[in-house]
């Protein structure tokens, strides 16, 4: 099965830039969609189709995917943006959808 | 716009079947290129993908569950049913149903619904 893996945790200092990686084999190749997902609410769509950013989320946000490895970049980044991130594609080899890990943001 | 929202038991105990039902408004599941999927996540751990279904009754499962899932839709009711069967304590979790997005083949999922908590203990 396709696995996607994220770091378990960033930190950033605020006003600086975090970057958070989604590795997959040859993921360049798949759609990679983010989420935020912060305690305890609802995971909420912050890049989709890899660099495409759904109404209402900041410019901040954007992603990157080529290869083996998927970013989503957080850019000036607040202390709002602390949260979870999670990437997922959908695998058309195994007709699934995958979720990575998650990756704790923490601002400093 | 679009809105689901969950409901179902908040404790099972082991053994037992789980019935979930997500209730939307928004959109019609007899509309294609529309479906809704199921996601849970259990307490501090990550998001696990469960099921989906489509407007020409398509449905996909999670490998792992495949065995004791199964998805259905009621087009006149705007209602998804989620059933898991022979419930553990490890299927502890918030189960989420979200608005799948369809482009030739199964995209993202935008919005979510609130989640509900299922606690299964004897």
Known sequence: SYVLTQPPSVSVAPGKTARITCGGNNIGIKSVHWYQQKPGQAPVLVIFYDSDRPSGIPDRFSGSNSGNTATLTISRVEAGDEADYYCQVWDSTTSHVVFGGGTKLTVL | ?122
């Open chain 2, 1 to 122: 716009q679009i809105t689901l929202k969950e409901s179902g038991p908040t404790l099972v105990k082991p053994t037992q079947t789980l019935t979930l039902t997500c209730t939307f408004s928004g959109f019609s599941l007899g509309t294609g290129g529309v479906g809704v999927g199921w996601i849970r996540q259990p307490p501090g751990k990550a998001l696990e993908w469960l099921a989906l279904i489509y407007w020409d009754d398509d449905k996909r499962y999670s490998p792992s569950l495949k065995s004791r899932l199964t998805i259905t839709k009621d087009t006149s009711k705007n209602q998804v049913v989620l059933t898991l069967t022979d419930m553990d304590p490890v299927d502890t979790a918030i189960y989420y149903c979200a608005y799948a997005h369809w482009d030739s083949s199964p995209k993202w999922f935008d919005p979510w619904g609130q989640g509900t908590l299922v606690t299964v203990s004897s």
